[in-house]
Each structure stands twice: as structure tokens, then as C-alpha cells.
């Protein structure tokens, strides 16, 4: 794994009022901060993954330049390097680590940009899928401090469906007993496999899997890509920083901000940034009506549908053909004043 | 629940060559048989159902009217009414109980139709989800005896994304410890209530969620949703049966008939029945795209999208506009000579 760093933010009070302490925001940057601080990216991880997997859009030449750019990525809390239930001592061990926000996790950043690198604003938020979440309330937390936005495969607000597809892998985790509410001693295989299958449903479209596009990848069948992609893509995943990553996606919603009592709708209207907002076209659970509808309420928003059969992959970079897509429209933002 | 016949098989041989001792085919039918065996429909049941779920398509002055038509409901293999893992005794009982074919289905189908009653050429064959399956499978094994087909939401073949949706339920179900390979003392309830959230997400739309419907039909919230409604559908069925009758599905090809080594488009292209087929428009699981690539194959075929927003159940009258829609456009087909 590439290098990343700690930002020790001590006792963190939660948006629930809960503190965690000895909080840790893990890390990652690239590129070099300019000696005016202007040339800031922030780019979020998202569910189950770290750094590394937004390292294909960084890089000198790449959408993110680091030959311009300075880019920070910063860890989901959850992930096994920012603060997860894995990590974290008693009392907030196990499933007895507490419910963390998005808004928690864009505050710990906002501590990090602000009071690690001095920087006051932003050239660019961006995520995919979780990531999106967190670029989504880094534009209504902090209208004047984030220049642009560019939402990947993901949401304002957890759709009701997309609550949904997560209590199901929430439920075939969790029907294995070895997962003990929690508490097991050894990993709760049965669960866990359960949880992949589940999600390798979810995670591509039905064209994806009607035009074998696995057996291009290697794979001679349905079996061995669930056992050789999905199995081990969450497979080695400690349940509970799954569970607790889960928790933050589902209550994910701009309109939970302070000032605008639940209105979503009013919170994005309140965004400044320039959007460009990527879903993919075949995305099961972060569909592109969802952010159609979200376009439609930030003034100025852009939405660039995806083409790709990729579903929800499509935004991390899996497919080569929607990858240059989302790069090239990344560049396109970053050059527009 | 209403009354349903038994018709006795005796030992009936599967086309894996297994010996099932002692088979039995449940049916009810509704309407008379008219003196010249004229005015049979067969209308199969589909996966989790009984021949109950199938009646709101039946009765005086509905789309499939006994005032006109002698109509058959099979039940399918593993429903609990014929044979079925949970009724067979040692050495066929639970997990021992063999692999049914949908061909097996059709094959008995076969033997009640022409046996019990007569019949030598039927109006018309329809069925929803795995009834579409042994619909197609009718009409591409006895082509001369099937008049009409109405395949609705469902498929000729079981594509690869279907088959990981299967799988992800699988999984789920038996990451219980208590399901014990089949041999369970008490139901696995943890696996069942799994099985129950994870379907939750595929059966209905992600527009069907976004809007709130469940609201419309009095839950609260998803919660409510998932607990009122999903986890009864299924979460007192016999877990063996449940897996039995997703064994069936997830072999289903007509490919695979005698004659045609696998080729899904011959087998097709040799449908001599006049067909109309109605897929979902928001059917996450039996996507229209599919069932438009087999109309293209079958002359004269006919594809009518029902436009819904209830996904796959929209296949079971569960949405009164598509159910109006699907009650037409088998009156049309019934009228069509």
C-alpha cells in the first residue's frame, strides 16, 4: 500500500454528541501545495476502499496533475486507517464504535485542509460513490471555500432503494452467527461471502453480466468471478468497519445540515460550486435520475451521464472507456474558470 | 387457501435420469372443459407461489374468462403443493431432493394436460417470472400444441446477472449456521429474514422506492416496509424449497431441449406459437432488454413493455395499471386467431 499519514484530531465530537477520542484521520497527498495554497484538490475515499483506489485519476499528466495540483485524499472514518471499529480501543471498539456522519467525516477533513495545510480554498472536491456523498456536503458546509464539485456514481442523499440494498447486505452479514453481534473471535466467513455475492448483483449492470464481459477479464464463468473479483474485494474486510462505513452511507443527506432542518432540496439550492455531477448509466443503486434530480436544484450544475455498462464500477475506474470519460471531464472542469 | 388437486406421477424419471418415487403435480383448474377439449389455457406458477397468486388473472369477465376457457394451474416442482423437498420423504427429503428441470415442470405439465384431461392443443400457455420459463420451454417443446404464449416478466433462458442475483440470495440464506446444509431443526430464520431484504431490493424498482410508494400502501418507512411485507413473503417458506425452486430457475434454458445442443436461438426461432411478451419496463432482474433480444428471435413474436414503475412485481398484478395493461394485451391475444 502507498504511504499515507495520521491527523491526530484528539477528542471528536460527533454530529450525535458522542466524542471519540484520540480521533485519527488517515491521509494520503500528492503533488506539492503551492506556496499560495491555491492549488488544492480534496478527494475523498469511499465504502471499503482507501487511497489507493483514487490513485488512477492522480498522477503528472492525469485529470488530477500533480505536476499542477496538490491532491489530499483523505480516509472514510471506518476503513481501517482513519478511526474504525477495528482500530478503536474499548469503550468504542467492535460495534460499540459510534454512528459516524458524512458531515463527521467532511468536518475531520475541514480540520485537516484548514489547520494541517492553511489551505482556504478549494480547486476541486470530488469523489465517487461515498466520495460523492462527502464532495456533495463539502459544497453546502463550505460554499465559499470549495470552488467546484464533481459527484461520481453517487448522491446527495441515500435514496429509499439504496437504503434498501443495504439492509440486505446488512442482513446477509449479519445472519451468519459467527458475526456475533459483533464480538466474534474469528471473521464471520459465511457472512462475508454472503455480503460479496449480494453486492456482485448490485456493483455491475445486467448487460455487464448478458455480454460475459467476465470471461474478457479472464474469468471463464459466473463462479469464478464471484470467488475471484467479489469474494475477495470485501472478503478480508473486518465486518464491523464495514458495518459502521454502511451506517454513514445510509443516513448520507445535505439536507440533515444545519440551517436547513431536513430540506435537501434547500441545501442543494445553497450550493456555489461549480457541479459536474458523473453517475453512470447503468448504475443499480445510485441510478441517473437520482441525479438528474439533484442537478436540477444547484444553479449551474452540469450532469454528465456515464456511458458504460459498467453500473456502478464505472466510477472507480474498472472501465477503461468510462474512465477517460470522467477524466476528461474532470479536466474540462478544472479548466473552466 | 383455495382447493387444489393432486395429480399422481408415480415414478417419475427427471431428465438428470433421477428417479423421483412417487411424484405429484398439484393443479387447480377453474372454468369447464369444453366437450372438444378446445378451451384450455395453462398458466404455471411461478417461484414462492402457490396457484392462489395466479387467480388475478382468473374468473368470469377477466382477461383469462372460465365463462369462455378451461384454465390449469401447475404448481411448480418444490412449492410445497407437488413434490417438493419439504413433502418427500427419505431418501429425496430436503437437501437429497434432486434437480427438477423446467423441463421436468413441463414434461408433468405434459402428462396432466394430455392425460388427465385430454387436451391435445391449448389456447394459450402464460406464466410470470419462472412461469414465463416453462412457458417458453412449452412452447419450444411441443410446438404444435401451443396455440399462443404470454411469457410475462420473465425469460427464455436465465441470463448471467439473474444468476448472480440467485446467487447473492443463496449465499444469504445459508451464511445462517441454522439452515446445517438443509438438515435444520428448527427454520434458519436469521438466513430467511436475509433472504427476505436482500429480494427486497430486486423485486421493486428503484423509482418504485424513490417515490415513497410503500407509503402509498401504508408503511411508515422501509423499515416497516421490509418488515410488513418482504419478510412474510418469503420468510415462511421451507428454506430447501426456496433453494430447490432457485435450482430449477437457475438452469432454465430452452436451449437445452433435446435437438437443439444448447442453442437458445434455434430453440427459439423453432416457436411455432403466436407470442406475446411482457416485461417490466423497470424489472431489475428480468430486464426488457433481455426479453427483447428473444422477441427478435421468435417469428411474429410481439413485445409490449408494461409500463410501470413496480419492477418485477409488476408481473403479478400487484400495480393496478399494469395489470390492466397485462389483462389487455392477453385479451388481444386470446381474440387473435
Known amino acids: 500500500m502507498s504511504a499515507h499519514e495520521i491527523h491526530e484530531l484528539g477528542d471528536f465530537t460527533l454530529e450525535s454528541g458522542q466524542v471519540l477520542p484520540d480521533a485519527r484521520l488517515a491521509f494520503a497527498t500528492y503533488g506539492e501545495l503551492a506556496a499560495d495554497r491555491s492549488n488544492g484538490i480534496l478527494f475523498p475515499t469511499w465504502f471499503a476502499g482507501t487511497h489507493e483506489a483514487n490513485e488512477w485519476l492522480i498522477g503528472p499528466g492525469r485529470p488530477l496533475d500533480t505536476d499542477r495540483y496538490f491532491v489530499i485524499v483523505p480516509s472514510l472514518f471506518g476503513n481501517g486507517l482513519s478511526s474504525s471499529p477495528s482500530t478503536t480501543p474499548p469503550p468504542f471498539d467492535r460495534a460499540r464504535f459510534p454512528r459516524v456522519a458524512i ?142 462505513m454502511m451506517d454513514t452511507w445510509q443516513h448520507a443527506d445535505v439536507g440533515g445540515t444545519p440551517g436547513f432542518g431536513g430540506d435537501t432540496e434547500a441545501a442543494l439550492a445553497s450550493i456555489k460550486a461549480r457541479a459536474m455531477i458523473l453517475p453512470s448509466r447503468t448504475d443499480l443503486y445510485f441510478p441517473p435520475e437520482d441525479e438528474e434530480w439533484s442537478a436540477a436544484r444547484i444553479a449551474g450544475a452540469e450532469l454528465r451521464v456515464v456511458p458504460t455498462l459498467w453500473g456502478h464500477l464505472a466510477g472507480g475506474g474498472a472501465d477503461p472507456e468510462a474512465a477517460a470519460f470522467i477524466g476528461s471531464a474532470l479536466r474540462e472542469l478544472l479548466a473552466r474558470p
Chains 1, 2 share one sequence.
Open 103 to 244: 458531515r463527521d467525516n467532511v468536518r475531520a477533513q475541514h480540520l485537516l485542509v484548514t489547520g494541517r495545510f492553511g489551505i482556504e480554498r478549494l480547486r476541486l472536491v470530488l469523489g465517487a460513490s461515498m466520495g460523492a456523498a462527502q464532495t456533495y456536503q463539502w459544497a453546502v458546509s463550505h460554499p465559499d471555500m470549495v470552488e467546484r464539485i464533481a459527484p461520481i456514481t453517487g448522491s446527495s442523499h441515500t435514496s429509499p432503494h439504496n437504503q434498501v440494498f443495504l439492509e440486505g447486505l446488512r442482513a446477509a452479514l449479519t445472519a451468519d452467527s459467527a458475526y456475533a453481534g459483533g464480538d466474534y473471535a474469528e471473521p464471520p466467513r459465511a457472512g462475508l461471502r454472503a455480503f460479496s455475492r449480494v453486492y456482485a448483483g448490485w456493483g455491475l449492470s445486467q448487460a455487464f453480466y448478458w455480454r460475459h464481459t467476465y470471461r474478457d477479464l479472464g474469468f471463464a464463468g459466473i463462479e469464478e468471478f464471484l470467488t475471484g473479483v467479489w469474494e475477495p474485494t470485501f472478503g478480508d474486510w473486518d465486518a464491523n468497519d464495514l458495518l459502521a
